[in-house]
């Protein structure tokens, strides 16, 4: 049996594109210290791995320099660490690759969470916020592992076909993660044929709203790039609005994660 989220989808009106610019506008008012604060989670976790990327590099480049100098003899052509060395290229794009996919996953679970926040300050349901990483627990790292992956191959395939299909696909992916945070249960294919449903249905609206909130939420690099901290959360605040006015939700009663 379908899940009633694919209903309400289809049932779906159109959005007045004004009003969730300024409810979005209200709503921050109210959030933007929430907001400032979950940047920060997800920056205090992102910052250690952006460390890890880069200290491989310098150590490569270091021993690069080392094997072409003729003033060092502890390194011969044998040398099979190197810049160019295989086994060392292999291993630092492996991390790489693990590192992406922990940090998506860090910050798709926290922004799930900032979802429920927006949800909870908006309606005044009087729930209890809960932890950053509620929806990691239970299964939920899991899952949310798994919607990283799901995501990243999505734009990696939109990507390799001449970009142009990374526009449209850009819309259902931005939808994945209010999405899950206020479907938990369902499934991971569910929640990625549920956001590609609605970003077809309403594609247009979506993309405008994305593109101004990102274009507003810049404004915070003129503070010297401090102030990124603050309005990074506006780029969620519409895509919360246009779900609650698409979708909707059917009881003021938490969502457990």
């Not at 929430?34 to 021993?63: C, E, K, N, R």
């Not at 005044?124 to 299964?139: I, Q, S, V």
């Not at 249960?185 to 909130?213: D, M, P, Q, R, T």
Request: include cysteine; charged fraction near 15%.
């Amino acid at each position: 049996m379908e899940h009633p989220i694919f209903q309400k989808i289809e049932d779906s009106k159109k959005v007045d594109f004004g009003d969730m610019l300024t409810f979005s506008y209200n709503l921050f008012l109210k959030i933007w210290k929430q907001g400032a604060m979950h940047t920060l989670v997800i920056m205090i976790f992102v910052i250690p791995f952006i460390i890890l990327v880069y200290t491989p590099i310098l150590f490569m480049v270091y021993t690069t320099d080392r094997y072409y100098d003729p003033y060092y003899y502890d390194y011969g052509p044998e040398y099979p660490f190197g810049f160019d060395s295989p086994i060392f290229f292999i291993g630092w794009l492996l991390l790489v690759f693990v590192l992406i996919f922990v940090m998506q996953s860090v910050a798709l679970g926290v922004n799930a969470h900032f979802y429920k926040v927006c949800r909870i300050v908006d309606m005044e349901t009087g729930e209890e916020e809960g932890g950053y990483f509620d929806f990691f627990k239970n299964g939920g790292f899991m899952k949310i592992f798994v919607l990283s992956l799901a995501t990243f191959g999505i734009a990696v395939a939109a990507a390799l076909l001449c970009y142009l299909p990374i526009f449209y696909v850009m819309v259902p992916l931005q939808l994945i993660v209010p999405i899950f945070a206020f479907n938990p249960k369902l499934s991971v294919n569910e929640i990625i044929k549920a956001a590609f449903k609605l970003g077809h249905k309403h594609w247009i609206y979506v993309f405008g709203l994305a593109l101004i909130a990102g274009n507003v939420a810049q404004l915070g690099i003129l503070a010297c790039f401090v102030g990124i901290i603050f309005t990074a959360c506006i780029t969620y605040l519409p895509i919360y609005y246009f779900y609650k006015h698409t979708i909707g939700f059917d009881t003021p009663k938490a969502i457990e994660a």
